[in-house]
């Protein structure tokens, strides 16, 4: 039987309240120091896991110390610095072209919405709702690839793709809860709901999950 808008938000909302107790310090993994230093952490780690992001930052960080310095680098040189991340021809260019538009077409700030956000060379909605919720707190949810497996498990969506992900969850769960509700789902995914191997035993929101096995 189809499950009725109603219910699904009510079932949305007690599945943020376990989530809640069982991820109470759930929050972005990423280790930045500026709005800037989190858009190029956020852009390196596309198919790359936060872990990994954190040790390449850690030196990049330290060599180029301003917006000016990414934004007028070498992008080969960039590129090799960034290597262990994958994608890095790409993400270099997206690190330098983005740097270099904030810099000059936007005085060193990073835009504080979607629209300008997605203009920038190499960002996405991924990325743009990134910024937009860690540092302008905007009510905003990052789909990742443990948003698209677990809302698909839980029955919120039969899409994966992210940006139709995110239209349709944004009418299930409160807007209160939307930048929280991306940290907790990611914490669950590695923890509890492990891809191709789902701990439902000891999961705190199978109660409330169609994709429950025993
Ligand atoms: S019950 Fe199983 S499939 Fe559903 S969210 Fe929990 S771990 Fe994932």
Not at 85 to 94: D, F, I, L, T, V
Not at 168 to 177: L, R, T
Not at 199 to 208: E, G, L
Request: glycine share 4%.
């Amino acid at each position: 039987m189809r499950e009725s808008k109603a219910r699904k938000i009510q079932r949305a909302a007690e599945i943020v309240k376990q989530l809640k107790k069982s991820y109470p310090n759930a929050k972005c993994s990423l280790n930045y120091s500026s709005p800037h230093e989190l858009l190029i952490a956020t852009i390196l780690s596309a198919q790359c896991t936060d872990h990994r992001v954190n040790q390449v930052t850690k030196t990049i960080f330290r060599k180029y110390q301003s917006q000016k310095e990414f934004a007028y680098a070498d992008i080969n040189e960039l590129a090799k610095e960034i290597y262990s991340c994958g994608y890095h021809n790409q993400k270099a260019k997206s690190i330098q072209g983005s740097s270099l538009e904030i810099v000059e077409e936007y005085n060193g700030i990073v835009p504080d919405n979607m629209e300008d956000l997605v203009k920038l060379p190499g960002v996405g909605r991924k990325t743009a709702n990134c910024v937009l919720s860690e540092i302008y707190g905007i009510p905003s949810m990052v789909i990742d690839t443990h948003m698209v497996r677990i809302m698909n498990l839980l029955g919120f969506t039969h899409s994966k793709d992210a940006k139709k992900i995110e239209i349709e969850i944004m009418e299930i769960f409160d807007k209160n809860d939307w930048i929280k509700l991306t940290h907790m789902i990611i914490d669950h995914g590695r923890a509890v709901c492990i891809a191709r191997r789902p701990q439902c035993s000891m999961c705190s929101i199978s109660n409330y999950c169609p994709s429950v096995t025993s």
